[in-house]
């Protein structure tokens, strides 16, 4: 693998002009077929085969309407009733052709219509009602994730990481033109296959960060070259370092694409949409790196190299005999504050996003809260029984219920609306739905019910689809490492990873913690399938960043691999964390409310995998192992391919020893 893509290397460093005219050619093709043949995102999120849905489809036969509806709601000040405005809700009516609901106190009510025309909307607001509409009606409240903020932040961080404007410029330029080329080709596929909504913001989110992450690292090893070996040609260093670093991105890649594209095993739509749109920005993203790099390092020649590095150096080989020195006190600590971080997620509550999970500035949420003031709060979460009983009373005197509405009889199947006393996202709503359905002679569906639904549907897949994700993994590094213990300690170092990133989620978002979340509640039914799919893709491009520079050093024969090792690749996941937490930290700032708690699951994520996980219990835990960290079993070394992901098959750069890697050697010892 390293002497194929060593090839590509240098032929993209010698074609450079050619390399970088295609991908120009490539990015204006996908704009061009995004501008004639997309279509509209979706923006329902729902799964096809469940109970309920097929119970809702139903409905939709027998009874007629659909989902297309929502509700203009209007209410009088503070302190006063609607009968002093009739005339301003009979204007109201006439306009939207449609006859009024009205709340017990006279002071809210509502139209449940298929479109509010705005004229009519805002002669009533001029009249003195307070008037807002339903997400079915209105535009989606402001806000949504921009790569602005994560550039600015990447372009920071890089510009200290290399000393150059050049070298720092350079990792932007791949990750934009790739971000380009993934978002219009997403918006052209859109002409084929349905593509949801929150789709191209993960393939923001992850094409940016990935994008920049994969440059740096071949970047790196290119620079680090030309400084230790003046004599090493520029195209012979591009080469080489797309080789070696080139093949740890290409593996680091696949290990992101197949968990993403595993997204498919919860056999949900949305999910599978927004993971293979995320997968195939990691695939153009790892495509750039490992051919646009090298041509783009070919034009800047010699200068890539930038100024001294021996200080930073030091400073990670300081940190890395510090760590091997008390590796046992680390491996604790670090395990105790990740283990502190995951205790929120044993109170981890599931849902799916409702209009009381926008902002409380948007319209939608704003009628939320009135039906919820005027009517109760499980007025905006009714639901569908269907029954060939057509006495309501048995449901009527289930606990939870404050009202049952006849719908009207067909082909022998009566409909009724059931109110819950409680709202939509309540665990008494999901006992009640529970309870009813213990009567197997009620059908029961609805948009509450189908939420419900959807998020015991993901929590059953979600162990499947970690295992998966987990065993692929662990094979995929063992074969790489050919080792273990290594991937062992990957797939264990994860899982403590992921359970701080839920657990800081849940403290923020369902707890309400540091006042992110408006209004606290349930965390996305399907947020922690994906932040598995992402965060476990990112860690393990740490983990090859980091081990595959220690096991390069083993297989050179250094006296100490740990510390020669942490030394080379310490700064690089750094530097990749510390974009990437800008990038999500963006998506928190300015994201919906779909986007943020995943962008903050990630964000939190990242940091503590980077600089706890990587940073901390690696290096230890690696110490620990001592040689066994290498060890495989002769008859599983035979039969697994050698992948050659350090390149052992071409020339290495020169070693050179600081005192602080001998002092950590002794450790290692």
């Known amino acids: 693998m390293a002497a194929l893509l060593a090839r590509v290397g240098g032929f993209c460093a010698r074609r450079r002009w050619t390399v970088l005219g295609v991908w120009v050619l490539v990015l204006a093709a996908a704009i061009g ?20 849905t097929k119970t809702l489809d139903e409905v939709h036969r027998l009874f007629g309407g659909g989902d297309d509806s929502g509700k203009v709601v209007f209410a009088a000040p503070e302190g006063q009733t609607l009968a002093g405005y009739r005339p301003a809700v009979a204007a109201l009516g006439t ?25 009519a909307i805002d002669r009533a607001r001029t009249a003195g009602l307070r008037v807002e509409e339903s997400s079915e009606l209105a535009a989606p409240p402001a806000g949504s994730s921009t790569p602005v903020a994560g550039l600015l932040i990447a372009f920071v ?87 070696t670093a080139g093949t740890a991105v290409f593996f680091a890649a696949l290990t992101v694409i197949i968990a993403l594209a595993g997204l498919a095993v919860a056999r949900v739509g949305f999910l599978t949409e927004m993971g293979l749109a995320a997968a195939g920005a990691v695939l153009v993203a790892m495509l750039m790196a490992l051919t646009l790099t090298p041509a783009l390092l070919s034009f800047l020649g010699r ?19 510090l760590v091997i020195r008390h590796r046992a006190v680390a491996v604790v600590l670090s395990v105790l504050v990740l283990g502190v971080l995951a205790v929120p997620v044993f109170s981890m509550r599931l849902g799916l996003p409702d209009d009381g999970s926008d902002p409380a500035p948007a319209t939608d949420r704003k009628a939320y809260d009135l039906v919820a003031e005027g009517f109760g709060a499980g007025a905006n979460g009714p639901l569908l029984v269907l029954t060939r009983d057509r006495n309501p009373a048995r449901i009527a005197a289930m606990p939870d219920v404050a009202e049952v509405m006849p719908g009207g009889v067909r082909e022998g199947q009566a409909l009724f609306t059931v109110v819950p006393e409680s709202g939509p996202e309540s665990a008494a709503t999901a006992t009640l739905v529970a309870r009813l359905r213990n009567d197997k002679s009620l059908l029961v569906t609805g948009q509450t019910a ?25 094979l995929l590094l063992m074969v790489v490492f050919r080792s273990l213990l290594i991937p062992l300690k990957a797939v264990l170092s994860f899982l403590l990873s992921l359970g701080a990133a839920l657990g800081c989620t849940v403290a923020m978002f369902q707890w309400g913690w540091f006042g992110l979340a408006d209004p606290p509640g349930p965390l996305l039914s399907f947020l922690p399938t994906i932040v598995i799919g992402v965060l476990f893709g990112l860690s393990m491009d740490y983990e090859m960043f980091l081990v595959s520079g220690m096991h390069e050093e083993h297989r050179r024969g250094s006296a100490a691999p740990v510390a020669d090792g942490f030394g080379r690749g310490a700064k690089v996941v750094t530097a990749a964390g510390l974009i990437m937490i800008g990038v999500f930290g963006g998506g928190v700032a300015g994201g919906d409310p779909v986007v943020r ?27 620990l192992f001592g040689r066994a960290a290498w060890w495989l ?37």
């Open 157 to 243: 961080v890089l510009l200290i990481t290399f000393g150059s404007l050049r070298a720092a410029g350079l990792p932007l330029l791949t990750a934009v033109l790739g971000l380009g080329v993934s978002l219009e080709g997403l918006h052209a596929l859109t002409a084929l296959v349905s593509v949801n909504s929150v789709a191209p913001t993960l393939a923001i989110l992850l094409g940016l960060a990935v994008g920049i992450d994969y440059a740096l690292f071949l970047i790196d090893r290119h620079r680090r070259q030309l400084r230790a070996d003046h004599d090493l040609g520029v195209r012979e260093s591009i080469a080489l370092a797309t080789g």
């Open 597 to 623: 708690p995943i962008a903050l699951a990630l964000a939190a994520g990242v940091l503590v995998d980077a600089f706890v996980v990587r940073l901390v219990l690696v290096p230890a835990v690696i110490s």
């Open 450 to 474: 189908v939420a419900i639904d959807i998020s015991a549907h993901l929590r059953q897949a979600l162990p499947l689809y970690l295992a998966l994700v987990a065993g692929f993994a662990f």
């Open 33 to 52: 077929l995004a501008g004639q043949f997309a279509k509209p995102l979706g923006t329902r999120l729902t799964v096809s085969g469940l109970q309920s």
């Open 303 to 321: 200068g890539a190299a930038g100024r001294n590095f021996r200080p930073r150096m030091r400073v990670a080989s300081r940190w890395a005999a």
């Open 633 to 669: 079993p002769r008859g599983l070394a035979r039969v697994i391919p050698s992948t050659d992901v350090e390149g052992a098959a071409l020339n290495a750069e020169p070693a050179a020893a600081s005192p602080e890697q001998a002092m950590a050697a002794h450790h290692e010892r």
């Open 95 to 119: 306009a939207l052709k449609a006859k009024p609901t009205l709340s017990p106190g006279g002071r809210i009510g509502y139209f449940t219509v298929a479109a509010a025309p705005g004229p």
